[in-house]
């Protein structure tokens, strides 16, 4: 089956900081990946699509400045959150979709955890 | 006001125990999706269906297109089963999330 994988699974960083993480699709290729983030008990949120080798697509309200999106593969996707602050602090999940398109399934990754001290 | 709602928000079940858990909606989707969230996070892609219903193993969905609801069943409940099991509406591949409902299958 189609499997997506994050790194790291978990990071603590200080307040200021910049931290990446990523996305890979392992099986198979992913001409658009997507970004969420869940707070505590909350639904997750789409922070952002991304597509390969164009710019990122960011929902209202989420600083392009501050996560950073790069797509450079069809199989591996990337968000840096820049300047951490202890708000930042959530549960990170990209997703992927698989080609061809017409599925419109998404795979999930496991999920990252960021603390930001 | 989510446009994805799902009841019950918690659910109490002893092992062996049918259980369903329901999901309406008003936006407009092409597909809904079922999901489980383990404790520590990961999430795990259960169903995708646009009309009608699906089965995998114990696990039942079903949709209704005019009534813009999806049920998600599960037969002979497990302790293995408790999870925090999520609807979402899809529309040109993006996802409106549900808040989710927390299972506790007790043995």
């Known amino acids: 089956g189609a499997v997506v994988s994050q790194h790291p699974s978990r990071v603590i960083c200080k307040s200021g900081t910049s931290v990446k993480i990523e996305c890979r699709s392992l099986d198979f290729q992913a001409t658009t990946m997507f970004w969420y983030r869940q707070f505590p008990k909350q639904s997750l949120m789409l922070m952002a699509t991304?597509?390969?080798?164009?710019?990122?697509?960011?929902e209202q309200g989420v600083e392009k400045d501050k996560f950073l999106i790069n797509h450079a593969s069809l199989t591996l996707s990337t968000l840096t959150v820049t300047s951490a602050h202890p708000e930042d602090s959530s549960f990170y999940i990209c997703s992927a979709l698989s080609l061809p398109l017409a599925t419109n399934e998404q795979f999930f990754g496991p999920g990252t955890r960021l603390t930001v001290l | 006001k989510n446009e994805v709602e799902q009841s019950p928000q918690n659910l109490t079940a002893q092992e062996g125990e049918f259980i369903t858990i329901n999901c309406s909606y008003s936006v407009g989707i092409s597909a809904l999706h079922w999901l489980q969230q383990h404790p520590g996070g990961g999430i795990v892609s259960l169903f995708m269906?646009?009309?009608g219903k699906k089965k995998h193993g114990r696990l039942i969905a079903t949709i209704n297109i005019q009534e813009k609801h999806s049920s998600l069943h599960i037969t002979a409940s497990h302790p293995r089963d408790s999870a925090v099991y999520i609807c979402a509406g899809g529309s040109n591949y993006k996802l409106t999330f549900g808040k989710g409902t927390l299972l506790t299958v007790n043995p």
């Open positions: 269906l646009s009309s």
């Open positions: 991304s597509n390969e080798g164009s710019k990122a697509t960011y």
